[in-house]
């Protein structure tokens, strides 16, 4: 599936598969567009950003992963850290990875785009140093979050790191209740009730072998953003 073709804005409109088979930034299509503004507003994005960032520690030796790549915010964040590693951009919706590339375009990176969902991941088979996803999980199915969390693990080599920011447990009932009222909103409570009651902490866990518990939790107008680390076990 994934070769060494680097994805520019002109080739993406004829390379990017069209498919629907997953839920859109912000819940719809129509909202893509608005995504990089709303979560600059509503989820305190630097911070949280920052910590990941911080959190990650990418090095130019490395093949990095950014599972649901989304616009590419984070995907650049990476690339402008370690401007020798090899990042990856990994998402099922044409429409953002469209507006990655011409954003990693604008702004001089080199940084390779591929169409596909989380379980994909899987193809890379222990070639990667880590595998990064930032507010994808809370948005899809239960089976999936399983399915998609367990490819990132399959993805690293032994010992290589898996980096979650997503919204997951929701400690308080401030955050519960602005979880509600915006992402459950706009994204249906069928998948991110999981999220909400622990779900991602316990998958997290099941894989690592260990329990995974929060490294820092960001509270914000939307409900708390969780980041996690987790390593894959030796083999």
């Given at each position: 599936m994934y070769d060494d073709t680097t994805l520019s804005p002109r080739q993406g409109g004829g390379l990017f598969m069209r498919t629907t088979d997953f839920t859109p930034a912000l819940g719809l299509p129509g909202f893509t567009r608005g995504y990089d503004?709303?979560?600059?507003?509503?989820?305190?994005?630097?911070v949280w950003?920052?910590?990941?960032?911080?959190?990650?520690?990418?090095?130019?030796?490395?093949?990095i992963v950014d599972v649901g790549c989304g616009t590419g915010t984070f995907a650049m964040m990476l690339k402008q850290a370690a401007p020798g590693a090899?990042?990856?951009?990994?998402d099922p919706d044409p429409a953002v990875l469209e507006i990655a590339a011409r954003k990693a375009e604008r702004a001089g990176l080199e940084i390779e785009w591929r169409q596909g969902?989380?379980?994909?991941?899987?193809?890379?088979?222990?070639?990667?140093?880590?595998?990064?996803?930032?507010?994808?999980?809370?948005?899809?199915?239960?089976p999936?979050?399983?399915?998609?969390?367990?490819?990132?693990?399959?993805?690293?080599r032994p010992g290589g790191e898996v980096h979650i920011?997503?919204?997951?447990r929701?400690?308080?009932?401030?955050?519960r209740l602005l979880f509600r009222l915006t992402v459950q909103s706009l994204d249906g409570l069928a998948d991110t009730q999981p999220n909400a009651d622990g779900a991602l902490e316990r998958i997290l866990s099941d894989?690592?072998?260990?329990?995974?518990?929060?490294?820092?939790?960001?509270?914000?107008?939307?409900g708390a953003i969780s980041l996690f680390q987790a390593a894959r076990p030796q083999d």
């Open positions: 503004l709303a979560i600059r507003l509503l989820t305190r994005e630097a950003r920052g910590e990941l960032l911080r959190q990650v520690a990418p090095r130019d030796c490395e093949t090899r990042i990856i951009g990994l969902f989380a379980r994909d991941v899987a193809d890379f088979k222990g070639e990667l140093a880590k595998a990064i996803s930032s507010l994808v999980f809370h948005q899809v199915p239960l999936g979050k399983r399915e998609g969390v367990a490819a990132m693990f399959a993805s690293v920011a997503d919204y997951a929701q400690r308080s009932v401030v955050m894989r690592a072998g260990v329990v995974v518990e929060p490294r820092r939790v960001v509270p914000t107008a939307t």
